[in-house]
């Protein structure tokens, strides 16, 4: 997978006070248990919408600058997806720390931060070269080019609420059945139809 975690979230979108509330725990001894189920929870909500909730630092490894040869933007586009451009999956992009490449004698370099601009407001977050720039040759091997960059919504309470819903409902489930399998004593019991649907508007589209 092209994208790797460098440095995990400091903090939980749901703290575990919210959590035991949410539960109606009111003992501690399953802190522990409670607290591993809300980094469970979050990370399938971060699975499902594409997302980063709290900060955390991530790299995109490449084998190759994209589209060396086609660094423009057509001129009569509002928008557009040029060819060159990097694509940035996790959303939504706070900054790009580096841009980290082997040139062709296998050398690191850095590339200097003046020669790309960041569109973080789009989603994926677009990663171009600045007008008349170029990307530079790569040691053609896997791996050759690694995007370093920040993202999330920030704090806690920065997350979106209908996230937060979500991670707290599966962490019910979760909290309640323990096992792989369920045995359900009371006949058929089926999932709440809208409870997914509080992801819905915070899927990343796919380009």
């Known amino acids: 997978m092209p994208l790797q975690l460098v440095t995990p979230p400091s903090e939980e979108p749901a703290s575990l006070w919210e959590a035991k509330l949410h539960l109606r ?3 501690d001894e399953d802190d522990m248990l409670i607290a591993s189920l809300i980094t469970a929870a979050r990370q399938a909500a971060e699975t499902l919408t594409g997302r980063q909730l709290t900060t955390a630092r991530w790299k995109l490894v490449l084998d190759d600058f994209p589209g060396s040869l086609a660094n423009h933007v057509p001129s009569d586009a509002s928008f557009s997806l040029p060819g060159h451009a990097i694509l940035l999956d996790k959303c939504p992009v706070q900054s ?3 841009i980290e490449y082997l040139d062709m004698n296998g050398n690191p ?3 200097p931060p003046g020669d790309y601009v960041l569109d973080a407001a789009c989603e994926p977050a677009r990663l171009t070269l600045v007008f008349g ?3 530079p040759p790569t040691l053609p091997q896997i791996g050759s080019v690694i995007v370093t ?8 309470v920065q997350v979106p609420e209908g996230i937060k819903s979500w991670i ?3 962490l019910g489930s ?4 323990r096992e792989e399998v369920a045995v359900l004593s009371r006949g058929r019991i089926d999932a ?3 409870v997914d649907g509080l992801l819905d508007p915070y899927k990343v589209a796919m380009v």
């Open 133 to 135: 720039k170029t990307w």
């Open 168 to 170: 707290k409902l599966r």
């Open 96 to 98: 790009l720390v580096s």
């Open 174 to 177: 979760l909290y309640s059945h």
């Open 149 to 156: 960059f920040d993202t999330g919504y920030g704090t806690a």
């Open 25 to 27: 725990v009111d003992f």
């Open 192 to 194: 709440l139809p809208f």
């Open 109 to 111: 370099q850095l590339m």
